[in-house]
């Protein structure tokens, strides 16, 4: 029999560990596997964002290193993320609205600068990377430069589509990924735009699925290939179908069932040859269904950012958070990211909207609160290795639950128990069964070993 870890999380009790039992021949089981591989997995992680930062430099330097190792330090009792995020320019969730070269007519980008990302968000990454030394990076833009958009304002609009615009945003990503670079930081992915669904109060861009594939390939990806690039482009970060964001109604219509943002541009062979994978955000949480379904082969799925929720971190959101969790895998993405991981109680944005983040900091109390959020994201990134593979699982408890086997062998079931008593799981694997009596409301992160 294999040794078994688990740990369990409810509103109870947080990272407990639990015991488990041996099955019996008498035993129904409810989840086993099928013999079925699907995605390695890549990682876990959040986004790195200015208040954040800021809401980090409250505490006195010691606790800051204890929170970062607690996200950051790799280890089975520790969040363990490897696979992070950070805007180019301005967000939401950045103090003001920025973008690296805001010097009107600049096309040949001569007043380009990351002198800004120097006061945060580098200094931020840095401290993340102290702990993670396998930590990877992808980047994507809310906004280009104002004066390539129509408005010329950080948040709604479009970019205005000439041929020496198109050229100097191409440049521009260049430039980024090469600053970047001479800072010691790689830039593994560019994801050309956030939410390009979102004409929104904050930085934004609208591009339709037409747009963005024809900048892919008469643009951006020959711009890279120029200048020697190596950074994947991926396309997203796609936020539709499923919401209505001119009418702030984030809400999936039934006439919107269909993804044809991503199919319009890889269904181009000229724009798929430079695109490594797709990348949705919560608002295409439908969409990654259609295109794990269509099996692009040469294509990785990711999920970008993690639904925000209401600022008030409850544990009835940290559940809803398992079950996109175990959508958005189950739908094929190999990375899943949180958004704020770290912001001051209730979480208020620039355009200030209150959400979620995974621990928040009392500026007052310099209290560290670790979230409910926190936890539910932990039950995933401690146990699951880059690597792992996600096996196939069938039986009556397969709607909660996913399985991981691990580079070193071991296997890792995720399992949630959605109802408000005890509930029994019997897994089995090869000739033995195991019997797991789930807390009420409770995720589970349990580790088979080899004994």
């Known amino acids: 029999m294999k040794s078994v870890k688990w740990r369990y999380s409810n509103e109870s009790v947080q990272w407990a560990e639990k015991d488990t039992e041996q099955g019996s021949e008498t035993d129904k089981v409810n989840l086993l596997l099928t013999g079925e591989e699907f995605q390695p997995m890549y990682g876990f992680g959040a986004c790195f964002n200015e208040l954040g930062y800021r809401a980090l430099n409250i505490l006195e330097p010691d606790q800051q290193e204890d929170v970062m190792r607690e996200l950051f330090l790799p280890g089975e009792d520790r969040c363990n993320f490897n696979f992070c995020r950070l805007p180019i320019g301005a967000n939401d969730y950045a103090e003001s609205w920025y973008s690296l070269a805001e010097e009107p007519g600049d096309f040949e980008l001569k007043h380009f600068s990351i002198e800004r990302d120097k006061k945060c968000l580098l200094p931020y990454i840095r401290q993340a990377a102290k702990y993670a030394p396998d930590l990877k990076l992808f980047a994507s833009p809310w906004s280009p430069p104002t004066w390539m958009k129509f408005p010329a304002v950080h948040n709604y609009g479009k970019l205005i589509k000439t041929e020496k615009n198109l050229k100097a945003y191409a440049d521009y990503f260049v430039r980024f990924i090469q600053a970047y670079q001479e800072e010691g930081i790689a830039i593994e992915q560019l994801h050309p735009q956030n939410e390009p669904v979102a004409d929104q109060k904050f930085p934004s861009c609208m591009w339709t699925g037409e747009e963005l594939r024809d900048f892919i390939k008469l643009y951006l990806g020959p711009a890279f290939?120029?200048?020697?690039?190596?950074?994947?482009?991926?396309?997203?970060?796609?936020?539709?179908?499923?919401?209505?964001?001119?009418?702030?109604?984030?809400?999936?219509?039934?006439?919107?069932?269909?993804?044809?943002?991503?199919?319009?541009?890889?269904?181009?062979?000229?724009?798929?040859?430079?695109?490594?994978?797709?990348?949705?955000?919560?608002?295409?949480?439908?969409?990654?269904?259609?295109?794990?379904?269509?099996?692009?082969?040469?294509?990785?799925?990711?999920?970008?950012?993690?639904?925000?929720?209401?600022?008030?971190?409850?544990?009835?959101?940290?559940?809803?958070?398992?079950?996109?969790?175990?959508?958005?895998?189950?739908?094929?993405?190999?990375?899943?990211?949180?958004?704020?991981?770290?912001?001051?109680?209730?979480?208020?944005?620039?355009?200030?909207?209150?959400?979620?983040?995974?621990?928040?900091?009392?500026?007052?109390?310099?209290?560290?609160?670790?979230?409910?959020?926190?936890?539910?994201?932990?039950?995933?990134?401690?146990?699951?290795?880059?690597?792992?593979?996600?096996?196939?699982?069938?039986?009556?408890?397969?709607?909660?639950?996913?399985?991981?086997?691990?580079?070193?062998?071991?296997?890792?079931?995720?399992?949630?128990?959605?109802?408000?008593?005890?509930?029994?799981?019997?897994?089995?694997?090869?000739?033995?069964?195991?019997?797991?009596?789930?807390?009420?409301?409770s995720v589970n992160s349990i580790v088979l070993f080899e004994g």
């Open 225 to 441: 290939k120029k200048a020697g690039i190596n950074t994947e482009i991926w396309l997203g970060t796609i936020n539709a179908p499923g919401c209505d964001y001119k009418n702030q109604i984030f809400e999936k219509w039934a006439t919107e069932d269909y993804d044809y943002f991503a199919n319009v541009v890889l269904t181009d062979a000229d724009a798929l040859q430079y695109i490594s994978g797709v990348s949705y955000q919560w608002g295409g949480k439908n969409a990654i269904q259609r295109t794990f379904e269509s099996w692009w082969p040469e294509i990785r799925l990711m999920q970008s950012e993690n639904e925000c929720g209401y600022g008030d971190n409850t544990w009835e959101y940290a559940r809803y958070i398992w079950t996109m969790l175990k959508h958005y895998i189950s739908n094929g993405a190999e990375s899943y990211l949180y958004w704020n991981m770290i912001l001051k109680p209730w979480g208020v944005s620039t355009w200030g909207y209150p959400q979620n983040a995974m621990i928040t900091i009392d500026p007052e109390t310099k209290n560290v609160i670790y979230n409910p959020d926190f936890y539910v994201m932990k039950h995933y990134s401690s146990p699951i290795k880059r690597g792992a593979v996600r096996l196939g699982i069938k039986g009556s408890f397969a709607g909660d639950s996913l399985v991981f086997r691990n580079p070193d062998g071991s296997v890792v079931i995720e399992a949630f128990n959605p109802f408000p008593k005890v509930f029994p799981v019997v897994f089995e694997m090869g000739a033995q069964r195991y019997r797991f009596v789930l807390e009420p409301l």
